[in-house]
């Protein structure tokens, strides 16, 4: 691993002012080249399609192509720092951008195609004389869409509750889709975490309590018009369907022909972030969050050790071991509370039937125990000190009628900046209590309202979302104003989304980049050698308003290709030094 001399400062680059700018912009010595946007083909032999100007490629061809909205990625290095894959997400889609004519004339080809532009990427790629290309065709070139066939395990798997008329055993599930943060394991696998998958189904004229919890409404629609081609998104025909998402699945990056398999035992939530560690005897630990306003942050420490032997050796070693919810206490210190059926009132009277259900239902056994309510926990990370952080992006209305009121995770009401929150367990990573602090509290220091200034030692940020901590201990955060606010009222002098880059040891922060307009900035990962950074720019030219409306006209942006002709694509944006130093030092 790359290290550093013992007194040279952790950051070392010129911070970049906010910006407005359609452009990706870093600091001085800094250069960016954009790879891998939405529609290039993702390099499967015998299937590139090129990608049209109009959008109007196939939904075959979009299956061949990068998918839409990129979020969590991962370089898994082939050949050093010379060429790897690259993983990553593709959480969404804008169906106003993904068709020529956007969401008229809603139909079976456009379901198709929305469904083949979600789920998972794996390209190649590999760098020569300081630039990087995606390798086409590449062996390794795959394609996970909301319709690939995926394996079950853990103590969910076959259980009545997974069960449906075209699964009966509840063993096999179709797709995966709102994949938005990512992790990576010790031997070698990506872990993809689906978000927010309700609003994919269309609720029940009168849902359940199980539907209601977790965001069946009725009268709702489905935001995208599945239902009406592939009937398994009709939850008032398969109320089972929902609960075959919202899980961590472990993809093997480096076997195309390999299933993926849906991970039960870390629970079920709209999962944020899957950050894994090892407990000093050697077993794994994963951090996981779940982003929605009150809702929980989770843990799960396996059974089991890790084996050496790459992913065949620990093919089910996420299927056993303890899911627990974290609790924050006012006096700085917290505990983690086990989702065990059979413990506390996690019993069959209480409506759990045994393990599987106690996963199913992982929000209604963290309501039970009392875990705190959180600012809609994002993604996970952990220093060489062996802090773990959680990004809380904001939750404007905690504090407000029928809402939770603050606390001392969770300190502000209309809170519309979100904070970054540590924890480091007493003993070792599985312990069972834990200290904790606030990294920072974000914030505009110019903002009018004193709750919305923040306490960060550095450049203003608000909403973080994105967090990584890179080989040399650089804590990476990256923000995802929403397109509602971005630019406006409170975050008005915050510019557009930004990178910045923190030093856990001081908590000083420097604003590394700053993204083009209507972006998010999300997924970072570099090259072993620290010397290029992959990041991805999603939903460039997102704005609050419709497309097609004149009298709502959205922030259009036409990053990266800046073509008449074209529209604005979420990209991979290679970072590097232009001396090939290490980035951030
Ligand atoms: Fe998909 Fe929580 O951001
Ligand atoms: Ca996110
Ligand atoms: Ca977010
Ligand atoms: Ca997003």
């Known amino acids: 691993a790359p290290g550093r001399a013992v007194d040279a400062p952790l950051l070392g680059f010129k911070p970049v002012p906010i910006s407005r700018a359609d452009t990706v912009t870093v600091p001085e010595g800094y250069t960016t080249q954009v790879i891998a946007p939405w529609g290039d083909p993702v390099g499967l032999a015998g299937a590139m399609p090129a990608f049209r100007w109009d959008a109007g490629n196939s939904a075959d061809e979009q299956a061949a192509q990068l998918g839409m909205h990129h979020d969590g990625l991962h370089f898994f290095s082939l050949d050093g720092s ?63 869409t909301a319709s690939t066939p995926m394996a079950v395990g853990g103590p969910a798997a076959g259980h009545p509750l997974l069960r449906t008329a075209a699964d009966p055993a509840g063993q096999r599930i179709l797709g995966t889709f709102n994949n938005c943060a990512s992790g990576i394991t010790p031997w070698g696998t990506y872990l993809t975490c689906e978000e927010n998958f309700i609003g994919y189904f269309q609720p029940p004229a009168e849902p359940d309590a199980h539907q209601r919890r977790w965001g069946l409404r009725a009268g709702e629609q489905a935001w995208l018009r599945w239902h009406l081609h592939d009937e398994r998104f009709d939850a008032g025909r398969h109320p089972n369907e929902p609960n075959r998402f919202g899980w961590v699945v472990e993809i093997d990056p480096f076997d195309p022909a390999s299933t993926p398999i849906k991970r039960t035992a870390l629970g079920r939530a709209a999962h944020e972030g899957a950050t894994t560690v090892l407990t000093r005897d050697g077993r794994a630990v994963v951090y996981m969050g779940e982003d929605a306003a009150n809702e929980y942050l989770y843990r799960f420490v396996s059974r089991d050790k890790v084996q050496p032997g790459g992913a065949r050796a620990n093919a089910t070693l996420l ?15 917290g505990r983690w509370l086990p989702l065990v059926h059979g413990q506390g009132p996690l019993t069959a009277a209480n409506g759990f039937a045994d393990q599987g259900e106690v996963l199913v239902k992982a929000r209604q056994a963290s309501d039970l125990l009392g875990a705190t309510r959180m600012d809609r926990p994002e993604w996970t990370a952990v220093d060489r000190q062996g802090w773990a952080y959680c990004a809380l992006t904001n939750h404007s209305r905690r504090g407000t009628s029928g809402q939770p009121g603050v606390d001392a995770a969770n300190p502000r009401a209309n809170n519309t900046m979100g904070q970054i929150i540590r924890w480091k367990e007493d003993g070792d990573h599985d312990g069972a209590v834990f200290s904790w602090n606030h990294f920072a509290l974000a914030g505009d220091p110019a903002a009018e309202r004193p709750e919305a200034r923040g306490t960060i030692r550095g450049d203003a940020f608000g909403c973080p979302d994105g967090l990584w901590v890179d080989g040399r201990g650089v804590l990476w955060i990256q923000t995802d104003m929403s397109s509602s606010v971005m630019g406006r009222g409170e975050h008005a002098g915050l510019g557009n989304n930004a990178m910045l880059a923190a030093d856990p040891a001081t908590g000083e922060v420097r604003r590394f980049l700053v993204g083009p307009a209507g972006c998010e900035i999300t997924g970072a990962t570099a090259t072993p050698d620290g010397r290029t950074m992959f990041i991805n720019i999603q939903h460039p030219g997102e704005g609050p308003g419709d497309r097609n409306d004149p009298a709502q006209p959205r922030r259009y942006s036409n990053w990266p290709d800046q073509r008449p002709d074209g529209r604005p694509r979420s990209a991979t944006v290679v970072i590097r030094r232009a001396g090939g130093g290490l980035i951030g030092s």
């Open 82 to 144: 010379r060429s790897g894959l690259l993983v990553m997400n593709h959480e969404y889609v804008d169906p106003d951008l993904l068709f020529p004519d956007g969401r008229a004339g809603w139909n079976a080809e456009k379901g198709r195609k929305s469904q083949a532009a979600h789920g998972v990427s794996v390209i190649e790629v590999r760098e020569q004389g300081g630039r990087w290309e995606v390798v086409r065709p590449s062996r390794h070139a795959r394609r996970i």
């Open 319 to 333: 299927d056993q071991g303890t899911l627990s919810v974290a609790r924050f206490d006012a006096d700085g210190r």
